[in-house]
Nanobody, 120 residues
Framework: VQLVESGGGLVQPGGSLTLSCATS????????MSWYRQAPGKERELVTE????????NYADSMKGRFTISRDNAKNTVSLQMNSLKPEDTGVYYC??????????????WGQGTQVTVSS
């Protein structure tokens, strides 16, 4: 199983970034996909998640209207479009896959993370 994030970097406040997570080794379409972030000195927190078919998305309150999650079940990828970035969005962003069906319900996979720094 592999989840590989990319797209992080340094961006100025108000700017945009798109993170991508390429996955392999599991049946992607059976997993709920999420993005988490961990700011320096803080616990990892849920940013957003998307259901197996992409029909439902949820966002943390502070990300609503600025971030958009999407998935491509044909390419086994999930993306996070981040707009209007703020310094408090700085952190390591992790891709997560957790089982979304009865057969996969016990599975939970993580990527290695990608750093996002919002600073002028």
């Amino acid at each position: 199983v592999q989840l590989v994030e990319s797209g992080g970097g340094l961006v100025q406040p108000g700017g945009s970034l798109t993170l991508s997570c390429a996955t392999s080794g599991f049946t992607f379409s059976r997993y709920i996909m999420s993005w988490y972030r961990q700011a320096p000195g803080k616990e990892r927190e849920l940013v957003t998640e998307i259901t197996t078919t992409g029909g439902t998305t949820n966002y943390a309150d502070s990300m609503k209207g600025r971030f958009t999650i999407s998935r491509d079940n044909a390419k086994n990828t999930v993306s996070l479009q981040m707009n209007s970035l703020k310094p408090e969005d700085t952190g390591v962003y992790y891709c997560n896959a957790r089982g979304g069906t009865f057969a996969t319900r016990k599975n939970n996979y993580w990527g290695q993370g990608t750093q996002v720094t919002v600073s002028s």
